[in-house]
């Protein structure tokens, strides 16, 4: 009865069930909070950081983290410069998410949306989209990035697009594999019967298959463009001071190492901190929004209906 | 009753490596309004790409050739955009898997109502109102409640009834059902026939029901067209072909029937020589020389 009840209100209780799932998962809580927390920190900080984050102070060179009496910006010690590795953690914030956000969204909806045009209409177009796909494919992502960031400037523009071009490839892939197949589906045939046009049936019964598994790809991506973004500074054709981020500052950091572990360790963590949540948060969605498996976010609740029988 | 699909000399090939497979050789035939006609064959026989023919579906390599009028226009040849005016509305088809047939990512109801508000224009709140006595319609019981579920959470009896209410939803005037209950068990196939049956009585559509089932083909049907690999063997009432068949292939299938006979010793398998793995490949390739064949 109560079921019955409850599916009445059906807006809200799509919406109390959304956030029941999101708080049943303490892993998604926590990988949600961190990944606003860097966001917001990514917005707000930089401008209040001001140019406190790149004035070098020799004294404080190699300042040992965890100790108060040198100001709260010290807390994480400083660079061979002296300059805070908190602030400067600040300041790549904002470089890294701009990076990981924009290449990541503009390479993951032009591959899907091309891996989905090349599997559902097949033949030529498919082969053609294939075809240039395995050329990009097969020019090393380092290579290609060498050459465009020699030739233009090393600006966060052109990273963003050498990152996004290279990792397209991987998109259209997994697009198309799955609209190949979610194609020969007997719903796409009802919805073909119903008389809805290939634009619909693309949008509408495709799409909404292929986003989830899209999405969840793109999420990991976000680790791998903050490292080869690091390791595209590394090799010194990245980005230039007083632009930083994060990957820069563990490539600072590494020669260090032995007398300084923090300023490499600090910037390591936050990379794999921020790459971790962003893949948990894909793995909660991409559960969530299968409706054969969202159920699995609700056992608590579940558990108490059978206690009380 | 007046002629709603009216087909002539149609033929469908498929290119292929190998050479020109005829899946659909010179059919004739009618359907009138109304009027519920059983395409029954084995599998292979053509019965699904004739079906796929008269919504105007049969994708490359496939050719069609030869004439079908629906209510007068001529659907061979006409351009993909005239052709969706006729699906659904015109002429809506009942798939065999209903296990599949509905998209997991949306809920039964959005998939009900879409079909309003996209086909026939109406505003969210009367395509919601439609869905659910759409979904009564066809059986379900709670529809107001189970609107907002998902297809895993029906049964594959429901959601042939769901799939059976897509496409009888927009009234189409002729009824294409591709061996809708293959899928499902006896019992829920008993209801599924008896909801296609008085929905066809309520509206007046006419039906072509493909099926290899002939005890479903003869409870369902007024006519009955038997297919063999291509060509359409027998055609006649369906009482008439039950009671008296006159061509070889039918005969066969008749007498391998099981509810013809006590014992399963006294069933008669199919002949050999009627065997066939797909269009174009049976030893006997058309009607008279398959009666030649046994004489």
Same mark, same amino acid.
């Given at each position: 009865m109560t079921l019955a009840t409850e599916k009445q209100t059906n807006r809200t209780f799509v919406y109390s069930e959304r956030w029941q799932m999101f708080f049943a998962s303490p892993m998604t809580v926590a990988a949600a909070t961190w990944l606003v927390f860097v966001i917001l920190v990514a917005i707000f900080g930089p401008a209040l950081v001001g140019d406190l984050a790149n004035k070098q102070a020799l004294l404080m060179r190699f300042a040992p983290p965890f100790q108060l009496e040198k100001g709260f910006q010290f807390i994480l010690g400083a660079d061979s410069l002296g300059r805070p590795v908190l602030l400067q953690l600040v300041m790549g914030a904002q470089t890294s998410m701009l990076i990981a956000i924009l290449s990541v969204g503009s390479s993951s909806v032009i591959g899907s949306t091309l891996g989905i045009i090349s599997g559902y209409f097949g033949g030529w177009v498919d082969n053609i989209l294939l075809r240039i796909a395995d050329i990009v494919h097969t020019i090393p992502s380092i290579l290609l990035a060498l050459v465009v960031l020699f030739i233009l400037d090393p600006s966060i523009t052109n990273l963003v697009i050498v990152l996004g071009i290279t990792r397209i490839p991987v998109y259209l892939r997994t697009a198309r594999a799955q609209t190949a197949e979610v194609r020969q589906r007997t719903f796409v045939e009802v919805a073909q019967a119903m008389g809805a046009s290939d634009w619909r049936i693309m949008t509408k019964e495709i799409a909404p298959v292929v986003i989830p598994t899209v999405r969840t790809l793109a999420m990991l991506e976000v680790a791998s463009v903050i490292l080869a973004a690091a390791s595209l500074t590394f090799l010194g054709i990245g980005l230039q001071r007083p632009t930083v981020d994060w990957g820069m500052l563990v490539a600072d950091g590494q020669a260090y190492l032995e007398t300084a572990w923090f300023v490499a360790v600090f910037p390591g963590i936050v990379i794999v901190l921020t790459a971790l949540s962003a893949s948990l948060i894909s793995n909660w969605l991409r559960a969530v929004e299968d409706p054969a498996q969202n159920i699995l976010f609700l056992s608590k609740p579940k558990k108490k209906r059978s206690e009380s029988k | 009753m007046s002629v709603l699909l009216d087909i002539r000399n149609l033929s469908v090939n498929f290119d292929s490596r190998r050479g020109t497979v005829s899946? &659909?050789?010179?059919v004739n035939f009618s359907v009138a309004q109304g009027e519920s006609v059983a395409l029954v064959g084995a599998s292979g026989s053509g019965k699904t790409v004739l079906s796929r023919a008269i919504m105007g579906l049969v994708d490359e390599p496939g050719h069609v050739t030869g004439s079908i009028l629906f209510e007068g226009e001529?659907? &061979?040849?006409?351009?993909e955009n005239e052709l969706r005016k006729i699906r659904g509305l015109g002429v809506a088809m009942v798939f065999q898997d209903a296990l599949d047939g509905?998209?997991? &990512?949306?809920?039964i109801g959005s998939q009900l109502k879409e079909i309003f508000t996209v086909r026939?224009?109406?505003?969210g709140t009367e395509a919601k109102k439609r869905a659910v006595a759409l979904m009564e319609q066809v059986g379900i019981r709670n529809a107001k409640e189970r609107y907002h579920d998902y297809p895993h959470q029906f049964s594959g009896g429901m959601r042939q009834r769901i799939c059976i209410a897509l496409a009888v939803g927009l009234q189409p005037k002729l009824l294409i059902a591709d061996e809708p209950t293959t899928a499902l068990d006896v019992t829920v196939q008993a209801g599924i026939l008896r909801l296609i049956k008085s929905l066809q009585a309520k509206t007046g559509m006419g039906m072509i029901f493909v099926t290899h089932d002939l005890a479903v083909a003869h409870q369902i049907s007024d006519r009955i067209i038997v297919m063999y690999n291509g060509d359409i063997v027998e055609e006649g009432p369906t009482d008439t072909v039950f009671r008296s068949p006159r061509h070889p292939y039918t005969q066969a299938l008749m007498a391998a029937h099981p509810g013809r006979v006590r014992s399963w010793r006294d069933l008669a398998p199919i002949p050999d020589e009627f065997v066939t793995d797909g269009p174009g490949e049976g030893v006997i390739s058309s009607g008279p020389s398959v009666a030649a064949a046994l004489n």
């Open positions: - | 899946a &659909v050789r010179n001529q659907i &061979v040849g006409k351009d509905l998209n997991p &990512v949306f809920s026939m224009g109406f505003s």
